[in-house]
Structure formats: C-alpha cells, structure tokens
C-alpha cells in the first residue's frame, strides 16, 4: 500500500479528455449515468454531479477522515516504505 496523492489526476485527465474528444462523452453528462447509480452533489441534493464540475473541483465532493486519519498516518509514519 502506497501514497500515489495527485499523482493519478494527469492520467485520469487525459484518458477522459480522450474520451471527449472522441465523442464517447461529455462535460456535461451526469456522473450517475456514467457509473449507473445516483451520485448527488452533497450539499445541493437532486444536483447530478457532471463530469465538468469534478474536472473544476466544483462537484462539493470532500474527503473522508478515515482516509486521512488511517492510512495516511499510517502509510506516513512507516519506516520501510509499507
């Protein structure tokens, strides 16, 4: 287990961009329709998230404390890299 943080942004922005600009999708296409359940903006329900705002850090989408409080305390504090 390892810490990739940002790093898997340029990649992930790339092949959506990819996909865009081969018409397979579109900034404006809600994310439930990608992933096939309903995906709301937190703070705003009955908002669908699209693929626009979470390219903008616009979808209110936070991250969780365990994650932060866990495993990246623990990944963090480990002396051999585990």
């Given at each position: 287990?390892?810490?990739?943080?940002s790093?898997?942004?340029?990649?992930?922005?790339?092949a959506?961009?990819q996909?865009?600009?081969?018409?397979?999708?579109?900034?404006?296409?809600?994310?439930?329709?990608?992933?096939?359940?309903?995906?709301?903006?937190?703070f705003?329900?009955?908002?669908?998230?699209?693929?626009?705002m979470?390219?903008?850090?616009?979808?209110?989408?936070i991250?969780?404390?365990p994650?932060?409080?866990?495993?990246?305390?623990?990944?963090?504090?480990?002396?051999?890299g585990?």
């Open positions: 287990m390892f810490r990739i943080a790093v898997s942004k340029s990649f992930s922005s790339v959506l961009l996909l865009l600009e081969q018409k397979k999708l579109s900034l404006n296409q809600s994310l439930s329709s990608i992933f096939g359940y309903k995906i709301e903006n937190p705003f329900p009955g908002q669908d998230i699209t693929i626009e979470i390219l903008s850090h616009q979808s209110s989408l991250e969780c404390d994650y932060y409080s866990d495993f990246l305390a623990a990944t963090y504090n480990a002396k051999d585990t």
